[in-house]
């Protein structure tokens, strides 16, 4: 009974995945979707559930290791989050794009 409902809050959690992104393409940001907001909640599904089973544990662990501190030498630690300096950074760095209206760089020559 325990694996029932195990497998059927995942099946929940995929088909609600779906659901959200699909509303949010159609709805939201008005995409023209192929099969309208039901064919992107099934394309949503079945991409929810591939990346869940591409990404599987190896995922976590490696989200688990730039989160912790690292050992660099003896009694040196680097104590930096990197996700959240990596996140941090592709956040500012975007805003400043956007700041210039996304221009298109100059090339030189």
């Known amino acids: 009974m325990e694996q029932f409902v195990n497998v059927a809050l995942d099946l929940l959690v995929y088909f609600l ?5 699909s509303w949010y393409y159609y709805s939201v940001k008005g995409k023209a979707l192929p099969g309208g907001f039901w ?4 394309i949503g599904i079945i991409g929810a559930v ?21 050992q660099i030498y003896e009694d040196v630690y680097l104590r930096v989050n990197l996700i959240a300096a990596i996140l941090g950074a592709l956040l500012f ?3 400043l794009n956007r700041i210039n209206h996304d221009q298109d760089r ?3 020559g």
Do not use: H
């Open 17 to 21: 995945t779906g659901v959200v992104i």
């Open 39 to 42: 064919g992107g909640t099934v």
């Open 50 to 70: 591939i990346l869940t089973w591409l990404f599987g544990t190896w995922f976590i662990e490696l989200l688990s290791w730039l989160m912790n501190p690292k």
């Open 93 to 95: 760095v975007a805003t």
């Open 106 to 108: 100059k090339r030189r």
